[in-house]
């Protein structure tokens, strides 16, 4: 009987438990980042002249350093704060992307055509 007991311990022990509080903080501050990163990145795609696809490459660069630094803010163990990888790499990676066209277009109009 001691050994079964040992066992449901163990196996008990292997399941992750989330804070459902945290976990959703942590989703925030990942969106917040993405989305001010995008406005960011938009903006200097302005001003630096991006047209076309060279611009959306520009974007996807920036998120793809976004989600290394998300990562790395993370100590690259993204099981300890999120329930799965795709969470950290990609929630959020195309919702920012309407943030970044507009202020790219915004920035490119001043500093290019006005």
Same mark, same amino acid.
């Given at each position: 009987?001691? &050994?079964?007991?040992?066992? &449901?311990?163990?196996?008990?022990?292997?399941?992750?438990?989330? &804070?459902?509080?945290?976990?959703?903080?942590?989703?925030?501050?990942?969106?917040?980042?993405?989305? @001010?990163? &995008?406005?960011?990145?938009?903006?200097?795609?302005?001003?630096?002249?991006?047209?076309?696809?060279?611009?959306?490459? @520009?974007?996807?660069?920036?998120?793809?350093?976004?989600?290394?630094?998300?990562?790395?803010?993370?100590?690259?163990?993204?099981?300890?704060?999120?329930?799965?990888?795709?969470?950290?790499?990609?929630?959020?990676?195309?919702?920012?992307?309407?943030?970044?066209?507009? @202020?790219?277009?915004?920035?490119?109009?001043?500093?290019?055509?006005?």
């Amino acid at each position: 009987m001691g &050994s079964s007991e040992k066992r &449901s311990k163990d196996v008990m022990s292997d399941i992750p438990t989330f &804070s459902g509080e945290n976990l959703q903080k942590n989703l925030k501050v990942i969106q917040n980042s993405r989305t @001010f990163l &995008s406005i960011i990145a938009g903006v200097l795609a302005g001003i630096i002249g991006f047209n076309g696809l060279t611009g959306f490459v @520009f974007y996807f660069v920036v998120m793809l350093i976004t989600s290394v630094g998300l990562m790395a803010k993370a100590g690259f163990s993204a099981d300890l704060y999120f329930d799965s990888w795709n969470r950290v790499l990609f929630d959020g990676f195309l919702g920012g992307l309407m943030s970044f066209v507009l @202020f790219w277009t915004f920035a490119y109009d001043l500093v290019h055509i006005f």
